[in-house]
DNA sequence: AATGAATGAGCTTTCATTCAT
DNA sequence: GATGAATGAAAGCTCATTCAT
């Protein structure tokens, strides 16, 4: 039993024979399993399941259970924006992050991106990804704090990073409430403190 | 001439019929594993193996591997005090936590203790006993932030205790750096901030 | 349809609960399958069969499929005497050649146990075991042709043994008749004739 | 300008539409893999790879596995001549024996051809095809040896087969030293000294 | 004629668990 | 109470084969 289908995806009959969507289907599925279930519970004929294609294609495509994993990871959207608009002051830093750590921005996964990030498969190229992206992160805060004066600016930034984190699983994995069920709106004016405190008050 | 083994593991082949020793030594085992491998890559035949016991013992003794896997939940010491002695004021917990996260304090285990809290076993009472601890850990920095004064005071609370659980995760499961290697002295400040920024100052 | 139990072992209810019972029976399956069908056609699922226990025990007893085959490898009479009771001069020699190479020697194998010397699984150690044998087998040819007084005597020595594995594959792989069906008596003539071709006349 | 593509590897990406250069590339490679790792290693993805063609024309060209390995074991030459060329006499037969023993004949295949007619598909289809090669290889020895005086002269032909096989899987398969290693003059000699013995000595 | 996507069956291996002793 | 033999179920992976284009 292939526990339900949370991809929805076309019944069937509909995309066959297309590489790229069987391979976007296979990601897709994967992730989705992967974040809620983690590396070891979950098995690649429910991924192939969900996706509604064979067992095989995931070698085929992915090489692996490894390799399907390292791909999903891959292609997971990174925690807050990493694509060049990362908040670029303080203020902006914690409105991102409340939106981003309330969710419903990828409800799509069912849980937290973050945590597919922190899933582990055993392998350590995949615990160098993990820590490259959350130390990118910490990087970006780092900027975005101003000036880099306090000498355990990083530490602090870090510290940031670890609150996103904690929050992330938090919610999703613990669903630990009220904090599970705030919203941005809520979280906005603790989340401004805690910024505030860690990277000192906006320049004013 | 029986000597009192308090480590549970024996010499060697003359394990005694100790009921207690063994199921400690089970215990200990089962914590170490199931908190630096998770609950999947923990087999019952290495837990056994590490405790010097026979595998037909755990099933004895805790019924199944869930079983286990709960008995060595209940057995992890909590986050922080939880035996009484929480700390009764902002500055002495900012103080606490930044002992407490910086590891050393159970070495033992390889890895923080908090991090057992969030192994996942797939059953949904354990889901329960993660929210259970978490929210204790969370009613009791609400007691210590004074007077809940404001609306969303339980909701800081749990913020930190979110970072507590970032933290932990991001220097024992990620190692990240400059984090993972922080001492208690580096912490507390950055803690301090974080404490009174979500709490509000001390009263003084 | 682990076609046909060739082993001839108790239906069942008989030996349970009998590790060195057990061991035997599965060697007993795996040198017979790996005789008759080679590494590859010989599955796991019908040796367990024909040996009558489950398919895991295999791995507990011989670790994997490669354990099991060198250890019935190992289990596998070597080619004529190697107990110590190698004919010592050439006419013996015929003779021990023309009743071995007759089989029925070891008919509980259905084939030639030379046959399980030539199965390849693959493995590098497995080559050199084969080597091993076959070099040892020569070796005490040489010995049995008197003084090594040719320069080529070592090779002529291999040459014999060639023969003996030639005949065995052709015999009972092959099936090639009238040499499949011939009897001792039928062997030893000619088999004089090549031993006296290739190690010179007896020293009368 | 479709220039011509003797060895059936393609040069790249213009493979042309000639379907028998397809073949016999497939064939070459078919043979070339089926010798060396015998039936069950060898896969059709890699054979397609090694001639440079669709895996699927596999299928069309030869309908299966089985139908290209009874393609490739048709397409292999004989041990010895069978082109008709065979030696008439019972000294050309041991010179000729000594040069296709010692290799370097067929060269192109990295191991023996004989090797090739030993390998076994399961099929008893494929089983008489290897008797009948052998068979005739005998008829043509027993020819070769004179008049068919003795009774047993059928026999003592099939030997020689026998030896031929024998020395064929020694020196490809197992690398016996120094029979492995052993050029034509190193193996003329006593190769005679067998024909003799077996088949008479030439009737001056 | 030729390509590459898709499939189904089967294999080894791994465990939690159960059964006799 | 304790041991070790035995079992069943499932997982990842591999491959020959088939199907559309």
Redesign the interface.
Known sequence: MPSDDVTGRPGDGTRRRDAAATRRALLLAARTRFTQ??Y??TTLRDVAADAGVNLALIKRYFGSKEGLFKAALASTPRFLGSDGEFPRDRVALAEALSRQLAAGAWAEFGEHPVLML?R?S?DEQV?QL??QA??EF?RQVLEASGGSSAP?A???A??L???????A???S???????AD?TPE??V???R??????LGPPPD
Do not use: F, Q, S, Y
């Open positions: 279930l983690g070891d519970r922190l582990d055993g615990a993990r820590r959350l130390a910490g355990d990083r530490l602090r870090e510290l990073v670890a609150l996103g984190v904690g929050v699983v938090v919610r994995a613990v669903g630990l409430r009220p904090l705030a809520d979280l004016g603790p989340l403190d805690v910024v505030e405190g860690l």
